[in-house]
C-alpha cells in the first residue's frame, strides 16, 4: 500500500504559470488596445474641439470686415489710388517714405499655393468700440496750394487734432494727420514733424494730387501701427498654429497664439455683379483678376467661404514595415486641400476639416 500524494506536480505548476502568463497577456493587449482606442477618440475630440473654437473666432472678425465704412461720397472704397506716408515712427508703421500698401478693402485673401491662405480684415473704426462712426467729414473750400500744410474746408469741426484725414477726389486719395485745427480760419494743418508723422516732408510730394473745392475730407482715428485697423489670419506651417495679428491693441499683436494643431487655412471670394448682393461666382485668389483686386472689385466681394483642416495631437504609429494609415485622404467639399507640403508622417494623425460661408455685412448693408 502506497500512502497518497498530496500537492502538484512540476508539470501541472509550470502549466498554471503558461495559462497565467497567457491571461495576463490577453488582458495587457486589452488594455493597451482599449487605451489607444480611448486617445484617438480623445485626441480627435481636441481636433474638433479646436477647428470649432478657432472657426468661430475668425468668423466673428471678418463678420465685422468694414466696420466704420459707410457708402457715398465719403466711402472709402472710391479711393483707386492712394497716397500715404510715414517718416519712420512706429505709429504708422515704421518705415520712411511713401507707403505702398495702404488699401481700404474690407477684406483680402492672400493665396498661398500649396500652403495655407491669409486672410486680411480690415476695419475703419476700431472694432473692439461699440460705435463705428468716424470724427466726422466736410468739404475742401479752396484749392489746395502747393507747398502748403492745410486745408480750407467748410466744417472744420468734422476733424479733431490727432485724426488722419482722407482726402479723395475722382479717384485719387491722400492720407493726412491733422495737427491744428483752426476754427475761426476753417482750416485744417497737417504739418510734418512732431505728431505729424503721416505728413510728408516739404518736396517730397510735390507730384501728389493737388485738390480743388468739393473734395471730401473724411476724418478718422488711427490704429496704434497704421492707418486702418487690421487684423490678419495666417497658418504657421513650422509650429502648426493658427495666428492672429491685431493692430486694434495698442501695442500691436503680431502672430499670437488663435490655436494649435491647425493644418491649413484655405478661402475663396463669393462675388456678385455690379450693383447687384446677390453672389453668383466663387473665385480664388489665384485666378485671373483676383490676386490683387481693385477697388471696383472690392464692392463685389459680398461672402467669404473658409475651410479650416485641424489635427489630432495623437500619433498613431503604424505596424513594423507598413506606412501611416490613421487618414489616407483629405477632403472638403471646394477647398482644394494639398498635402505636398505637410510633415511626411502626416498620415499617422487624425483630422477634421471645417467649412463655413460668412458673409460680409457691412458690405451688404452698408452696400460699400
Known amino acids: 500500500m502506497h500512502s497518497s500524494q498530496k500537492g502538484f506536480t512540476l508539470i501541472e505548476v509550470m502549466v498554471g504559470l503558461v495559462i497565467g502568463m497567457l491571461g495576463t497577456l490577453i488582458v495587457a493587449q486589452a488594455f493597451t488596445n482599449n487605451e489607444a482606442r480611448k486617445r484617438a477618440t480623445t485626441s480627435s475630440a481636441d481636433a474638433q474641439a479646436n477647428g470649432a473654437i478657432a472657426l468661430y473666432m475668425l468668423e466673428r472678425d471678418t463678420k465685422a470686415a468694414g466696420w ?3 457708402a457715398g461720397p465719403n466711402s472709402y472704397s472710391g479711393c483707386i489710388k492712394t497716397y500715404a506716408y510715414c517718416d519712420k515712427s512706429a505709429s504708422c508703421g515704421g518705415v520712411e517714405g511713401p507707403l505702398a500698401d495702404v488699401n481700404f478693402a474690407p477684406l483680402l485673401i492672400k493665396d498661398g499655393g500649396s500652403k ?6 480690415q476695419y475703419f473704426a476700431d472694432p ?10 466736410t468739404t475742401v473750400r479752396k484749392k489746395m496750394p502747393l507747398p502748403s500744410s492745410e486745408l480750407d474746408v467748410a466744417n472744420p ?3 479733431s487734432e490727432g485724426d488722419l484725414a482722407l482726402v479723395s477726389q475722382a479717384g485719387n486719395c491722400t492720407v493726412m494727420k ?3 485745427v483752426q476754427d475761426k480760419a476753417s482750416r485744417l494743418q497737417h504739418n510734418a514733424g512732431v505728431h ?10 510735390a507730384d501728389w494730387p493737388k485738390y480743388q473745392p468739393g473734395a471730401n475730407v473724411t476724418c478718422f482715428k488711427p490704429a496704434s501701427n497704421g492707418p486702418v485697423f487690421r487684423k490678419v489670419y495666417s497658418v504657421n506651417s513650422a509650429t502648426h498654429d493658427l495666428e492672429r495679428s491685431d493692430n486694434s ?9 488663435v490655436m494649435s494643431e491647425v493644418i491649413d487655412l484655405q478661402a475663396q471670394y463669393g462675388v456678385a455683379p455690379v450693383d447687384s448682393q446677390t453672389i453668383n461666382a466663387w473665385v480664388s485668389a489665384a485666378d485671373a483678376g483676383w490676386d490683387n483686386p481693385t477697388p471696383a472689385s472690392w464692392s463685389r466681394i459680398k461672402a467669404i467661404r473658409v475651410a479650416l483642416v485641424t489635427r489630432s495631437s495623437q500619433y498613431e504609429k503604424p505596424p513594423a514595415g507598413e506606412s501611416c ?5 483629405l477632403k472638403s467639399s471646394w477647398a482644394a486641400i494639398k498635402t505636398d507640403n505637410y510633415p511626411s508622417d502626416w498620415g499617422c494623425y487624425r483630422y477634421q476639416v471645417y467649412e463655413t460661408v460668412i458673409p460680409l455685412r457691412n458690405v451688404i448693408w452698408g452696400r460699400i
Open 325 to 329: 494609415k490613421a487618414t489616407t485622404s
Open 116 to 121: 495655407p491662405d491669409t486672410l486680411t480684415i
Open 128 to 137: 473692439n468700440l461699440s460705435s463705428a462712426l468716424p470724427s466726422g467729414s
Open 249 to 257: 491693441l495698442n501695442p500691436a499683436v503680431v502672430n499670437e497664439l
Open 68 to 70: 466704420g465704412m459707410a
Open 157 to 159: 469741426a468734422a476733424c
Open 178 to 180: 491733422i495737427t491744428e
Open 196 to 205: 505729424g508723422e503721416y505728413n510728408p516732408p516739404a518736396g517730397t510730394a
